[in-house]
């Protein structure tokens, strides 16, 4: 069982920076997608960005294509999303989680593990 625990979010102003982390513990490998995911009062779950663990691939949303970055440490067993020129409508929940096999798909269905969720707030 992997456990995913998010940290970094809090309140920003449009225009400004965030990085959020998503720490795995438990039983990680070092394969499969990492992603991102947002939702915000009232709207369906969202995704917005996944990293293959091993092999450097990246997927965005259109959305935030040219703006956020994921990335990872491997040693740390830590994925990163670095947040820049953030909106007031990109507040949201933002959630950590793991697909074990594959590639590809941004359905949150298909990620097997979930993190509690980080607040990011965007003031205008």
């Known amino acids: 069982q992997v456990q995913l625990e998010e940290s970094g979010g809090g309140m920003a102003q449009a225009g400004g920076s965030l990085r959020l982390a998503c720490a795995a513990s438990?039983?990680?490998?070092?394969?499969?997608?990492m992603g991102w995911f947002r939702q915000a009062p009232g709207k369906e779950r969202e995704f917005v960005a996944a990293i293959w663990w091993s092999g450097g691939l990246t997927d965005y949303a259109d959305s935030v294509k040219g703006r956020f970055t994921i990335s990872r440490d491997n040693a740390k067993n830590t994925v990163y999303l670095q947040m820049n020129s953030l909106k007031p409508e990109e507040t949201a929940v933002y959630y950590c989680a793991r697909r074990r096999t594959g590639w590809g798909s941004r359905a949150s269905a298909d990620f097997n593990s979930w993190g509690q969720g980080t607040q990011v707030t965007v003031s205008s």
């Open positions: 438990g039983r990680t490998f070092s394969t499969g997608t």
